[in-house]
Nanobody
Framework: QVQLVESGGGLVQAGGSLRLSCAAS????????MGWYRQAPGKQRELVAS???????NYRDSVKGRFIIARDNAKRTVDLQMNSLNPEDTAVYCC???????????WGKGALVTVSS
């Protein structure tokens, strides 16, 4: 049983930056991939970025060079630093944890990020 709690959403102007944070708690194996998904109005949910336990990051092409994902394995947190935001980044961002031993997926409730032009 894992719980994910996000923080850091909000409103920002185009070109600005925002940091999202996610804290995991509960029965955590420590063998997992953590990351962020987002869903914009009228669009499918998509992977934004993820990071393995060993620190290997994966980004969707549209955020490469702008977003940085980082995780603290000791604190069980994952952050997403979002830079050079544009209106296309507007979405609900959800923290995600894929527990490998159990093959279970856990989701946060989501944080709204709105980028104005």
């Amino acid at each position: 049983q894992v719980q994910l709690v996000e923080s850091g959403g909000g409103l920002v102007q185009a070109g600005g930056s925002l940091r999202l944070s996610c804290a995991a708690s509960g029965s955590i194996s420590g063998l997992d991939v953590m990351g962020w998904y987002r869903q914009a109005p009228g669009k499918q949910r998509e992977l934004v970025a993820s990071m393995t336990l060993g620190g290997t990051a994966n980004y969707r092409d549209s955020v490469k060079g702008r977003f940085i994902i980082a995780r603290d394995n000791a604190k069980r947190t994952v952050d997403l630093q979002m830079n050079s935001l544009n209106p296309e980044d507007t979405a609900v961002y959800c923290c995600h944890l894929h527990d490998l031993p159990s093959d279970r997926h856990y989701w946060g409730k989501g944080a709204l990020v709105t980028v104005s032009s």
